[in-house]
């Protein structure tokens, strides 16, 4: 699954680089909102729409946003995974704490600090070996949704 995050947030790189560390099967793929891929990913939102929220595309081009792609992402996580489906079976709570935190995310960005949004930075670097551009996005299947 290709995970799309707002490369301008602190915040959003610093839980991007966490997921990364703990994704010891390597289902992740990441990509910025902002970059060429993360452009096609969603070019059915407007620009400004974008970056209102984390995105979650999957291997057969289903796309989720907010709290529901924050859920896939704990799911798809070995040891968040317990995690990820009780945040699947409420997903009304899972978005309103999404929001939550989304509305705040600058305020959280400075309790992690600037050594911790450095070492994610790193981490990104490193995990983006491939240029976004590189990535193949999924494939298309008609009715494709958003949630």
Not at 37 to 49: I, K, M, N, T, V
């Amino acid at each position: 699954m290709i995970v799309l995050y707002d490369a301008d947030c602190g915040f959003c790189r610093w839980a991007m680089a966490w997921a990364l560390r703990h994704d010891a099967r390597h289902r992740l793929e990441t990509a910025p909102i902002q970059s060429p891929l993360g452009s096609e990913l969603l070019a059915d939102l407007r620009p400004g729409d974008r970056l209102g929220s984390a995105h979650v595309v999957d291997e057969n081009g289903r796309r989720r946003s907010g709290g529901a792609a924050a859920a896939q992402v704990l799911g798809a996580l070995p040891r968040t995974r317990a995690l990820g489906r009780l945040a699947c079976r409420a997903p009304r709570t899972t978005d309103l704490l999404y929001r939550f935190v989304a509305a705040r995310r600058a305020s959280f960005g400075k309790l992690v600090g600037k050594r911790a949004r450095r070492r994610a930075d790193v981490l990104l670097e490193r995990a983006s070996a491939r240029p976004a551009e590189r990535l193949e996005p999924p494939s298309r299947p008609a009715g494709r949704t958003a949630s």
